[in-house]
């Protein structure tokens, strides 16, 4: 046994507890042959028949020493983080180690939307106008110069949690404070995350978004993929990921090059990135750019793309090892099944309906019956998921609307009372 460990290489996968991407992780390992060592604060999410577990304060300051002291005992071939708030402290261990790694402040930069829109500005990158707003302070005067309409975003959250579009003064007022209201409920650890958001200039247009990898500095594009559905607000809730993107050969190396230039202007060099970008009739937008993958489910869409699996991909690069990879005819998509309403999920019928629609190839649903629906702003999971795959993305993309038209969620009512913002009252 000790024979092979010695053989087989070792990554640290530093996560936060409640990551939906671990599992992900461990299993990629093991099809990878890959030991892994889960850095986390859950002392009881792992056994070790599964993968070893490291329990520790992630946000302490003595996390560094302890994962350095770990590698003395298993040397670490690389190191992976799973969420923004770990890559941070992944950038610090792999520069300690001399492995694959984004400098730290590139790191900080991509997880704090604040920081990131001041960097890409300085840079000239391509990006909405923007405020910093403190939510201690009276909002509309510091928004003097933005147009309306306008989105108001939280600093830290992800997965569009707390994003609203605001067309009026009073909107606007109204969504700072639904936000703020949202802040105070989660557990952040940077009190700044809590008392600002950031307001800017809504960009009309499709969005898309780019999965890629960083191999020294230079992006290689894994999967662009296509939001068919406008996204206009007043929330931002995903819903169809198509892919290969159907936009013309010269959008694509727009969208390219603006990634690379943003990734650049962060100081972003190794490792996965996701992207989203709003395609302006004066050219692709940079909206979001984080130094880690998509989120959950929809990360199998690469695996159409590409022929490996996206955590495959980031664990060889972050090993040294970068598989080869292969385009697949067709298209493929996948529909993250939006929460009609707010309520308890009674259940949901029509789901062998919508398996047999031709090219679906999958139907997850996440949320148990019984457990309560929370609609965004405030809500911070989907339903489930519809994954197809076809001879081309138009057909993709008709299989998961057809499967989605044949799903009935029922819902029982929750009464809760909320004020004239839209906040829930105690």
Request: with cysteine; net charge negative; proline share 8%.
């Amino acid at each position: 046994m000790q024979a092979d460990q010695e053989t087989r290489p070792c990554l640290l996968l530093i996560a936060p507890p409640n990551s939906y991407r671990t599992l992900a992780y461990i299993e990629a390992a093991r099809r990878c042959g890959v030991d892994i060592l889960v850095a986390s604060e859950g002392k009881y999410s792992l056994v070790a028949a599964v993968a070893g577990g490291l329990h520790l304060d992630l946000d302490a300051p003595e996390a560094l020493d302890i994962l350095l002291s770990a590698s003395r005992e298993r040397p670490f071939s690389g190191v992976v983080a799973t969420d923004d708030v770990t890559v941070e402290l992944a950038s610090r261990i792999a520069g300690a180690l001399g492995l694959p790694h984004n400098p730290p402040r590139a790191a900080r930069l991509s997880c704090r939307k604040d920081l990131s829109r001041h960097a890409l500005a300085g840079a000239g990158v391509s990006i909405p106008e923007f405020r910093l707003v403190d939510l201690h302070k009276p909002v509309i005067p510091q928004l003097e110069g933005l147009a309306l309409p306008c989105v108001v975003k939280p600093l830290s959250l992800s997965a569009s949690r707390g994003v609203i579009r605001a067309n009026t003064r009073e909107e606007l007022q109204s969504a700072c404070a639904r936000v703020s209201h949202i802040l105070a409920g989660e557990d952040l650890p940077d009190p700044h995350t809590v008392s600002h958001v950031l307001v800017e200039q809504f960009i009309p247009g499709p969005e898309v978004a780019l999965e890629g990898l960083l191999r020294d500095g230079r992006l290689d594009v894994l999967a662009v993929f296509d939001k068919p559905d406008p996204l206009q607000g007043p929330c931002f809730e995903e819903t169809y990921y198509i892919t290969p993107s159907r936009h013309a050969a010269g959008v694509l190396g727009n969208i390219h090059t603006s990634v690379t230039a943003a990734c650049a202007a962060l100081g972003l060099r190794e490792g996965p990135i996701h992207a989203e970008l709003r395609l302006a009739d004066t050219g692709a937008v940079v909206i979001e750019i984080a130094s880690r993958t998509i989120g959950g489910e929809c990360a199998r869409l690469l695996d159409f793309g590409t022929g490996r699996d996206l955590e495959s991909l980031v664990i060889a690069h972050a090993i040294g090892k970068p598989p080869a990879t292969r385009i697949q005819p067709g298209g493929a998509g996948v529909l993250m099944i939006p929460i009609p309403e707010a309520g308890i999920l009674r259940r949901v019928e029509g789901i062998s309906a919508a398996r047999a629609v031709p090219f679906i190839e999958d139907i997850v649903i996440s949320i148990r019956e019984g457990y309560e629906l929370v609609p965004l702003p405030e809500g911070s999971s989907y339903l489930g998921f519809i994954f197809a795959r076809a001879p081309s993305p138009q057909q993709a993309e008709a299989a998961l609307r057809a499967a989605h038209a044949c799903l009935k969620f029922v819902v029982a009512p929750v009464m809760k009372l909320v004020d004239a913002d839209g906040i829930p009252v105690l």
